[in-house]
C-alpha cells in the first residue's frame, strides 16, 4: 500500500518533532527513557544554581535541576530537582549547594541518610550550602588582613614617634657615632693585622714557651707523687704519735713515765762515781803484787 504525500509529510513532521523533544530533553539533562523521581528544596540563596544543574551523590551525576522559583510570595526560592530511581535514600537526607571547582560553577548535592523512611517522589528535603573556596578563602585572609592593618597602624605610630624624637640634633649625633663605629672598625682591623704581624714574627719563641708550659705541667704532675708520698710519710708519723700518746712502747715511758727517768739519772750517777774512783784509786780494781798485798778497803773521798 502506497502512502499518499500527506501522510509521509505528517510522520515525517510527527518524527522531527519527537526528536527535537528528545533531543532538548537531552541537553537539558532530563533523559526521557529514565524513570525518576522530583525532589524539591527551600533555599534563601541558590548560589548561582540554575535549570540544568546536576545532582549528584558522593560526587556522582544521578540527576539535574528542573525548576528555580519564588516560595509562596516570599524571598526564598523552591528548587526542583529530579533523581534517578536507582538511587534510594531517606527523607532526612540534605540536598546541599557546593562548588565544583575555583572556576567551575555551583553544583547540588544529595546527602544521603539512611533512615527507616524511604524519600518519595514529591518531598521537600532539607537544604544547606557548604561553604565555597572563596568564603574559606575570606575566613582565613579577614583575622590576617585585620592583624597586618593592626601592625601597619602600630609601625605608622612608631615612625611618628621616631620622627618626633629625632631632630636635627639627635639626627647629627647619630651620623656621628656611626662615624666613630666606623673608626673603631678600622682601627681594630689594623690592630688585627699587627697582632697577626706579631705572632708570624715570634713564631719560634711562642712554640717555646709552650713547650715549657708542657715541661713544667710534666714536672708538677711529678710533683703530685711527692705529695702523695709525703702525705702517706705523714700518715705514718701520725700513726707512730698516736701510739705514743696511748702509751704504746718504750719511748711513751720515756718521755711520760718518770720512775724511768729518774731510775736512768741514778744510774748515769753511779757510773760518774765509779769512773771517778776507778781514776782516783786505780788499786783498788788492778791487783798486781808478787808478795801477795792485801786488799784495801774503800773509802770515800768526802771522808
Not at 524519600?119 to 521537600?124: F, L
Not at 532539607?126 to 592583624?147: C, F, H, M, W, Y
Not at 739519772?265 to 781514776?279: C, F, P, T, V
Amino acid at each position: 500500500m502506497k502512502l499518499s504525500y500527506e501522510i509521509k509529510t505528517a510522520i515525517l513532521v510527527l518524527s522531527g518533532i519527537t526528536l527535537f523533544i528528545i533531543g532538548f530533553s537531552y541537553l537539558k539533562s532530563n533523559d526521557v527513557f529514565v524513570a525518576d523521581r522530583i525532589f524539591y528544596a527551600v533555599y534563601d540563596d541558590v548560589e548561582g544554581v540554575s535549570k540544568g544543574t546536576p545532582v549528584t551523590i558522593s560526587g556522582f551525576n544521578v540527576g539535574s535541576v528542573q525548576d528555580i522559583k519564588f516560595y509562596k510570595n516570599t524571598s526564598k526560592l523552591l528548587l526542583k530537582f529530579r533523581v534517578e530511581n536507582d538511587f534510594t535514600f531517606s527523607d532526612q537526607s540534605i540536598a546541599q549547594i557546593y562548588e565544583t571547582g575555583l572556576i567551575g560553577g555551583k553544583a547540588l548535592s544529595v546527602v544521603p541518610n539512611y533512615g527507616q523512611r524511604l524519600a518519595k517522589s514529591g518531598d521537600t528535603l532539607q537544604s544547606s550550602i557548604a561553604p565555597g573556596l572563596t568564603e574559606l578563602v575570606n575566613d582565613r585572609l579577614t583575622p590576617l588582613q585585620e592583624k597586618i592593618e593592626s601592625m601597619v597602624v602600630s609601625a605608622d605610630s612608631v615612625l611618628i614617634g621616631l620622627n618626633s624624637v629625632l631632630n636635627n640634633e639627635a639626627k647629627f649625633e647619630i651620623q656621628s657615632s656611626i662615624k666613630n663605629f666606623s673608626s673603631t672598625v678600622a682601627d681594630l682591623k689594623s690592630s688585627a693585622g699587627t697582632l697577626d704581624e706579631l705572632l708570624n714574627t715570634n713564631k719560634s719563641q711562642i712554640n717555646n714557651i709552650i713547650s715549657n708550659v708542657n715541661q713544667t705541667s710534666n714536672d708538677l704532675s711529678d710533683l703530685s707523687i711527692v705529695v702523695e708520698n709525703l702525705s702517706q710519710s705523714s700518715k705514718s708519723i701520725d700513726k707512730i704519735v698516736n701510739q705514743i700518746s696511748n702509751g704504746n712502747g718504750s719511748l711513751n715511758k720515756l718521755i711520760f713515765d718518770d720512775d724511768l727517768i729518774n731510775s736512768l739519772d741514778s744510774a748515769s750517777s753511779n757510773i760518774n762515781l765509779l769512773l771517778k774512783d776507778l781514776r782516783l784509786n786505780p788499786k783498788r780494781y788492778v791487783h798486781f803484787s808478787l808478795f801477795g798485798k792485801k786488799n784495801q778497803p774503800y773509802k770515800d773521798d768526802k771522808e
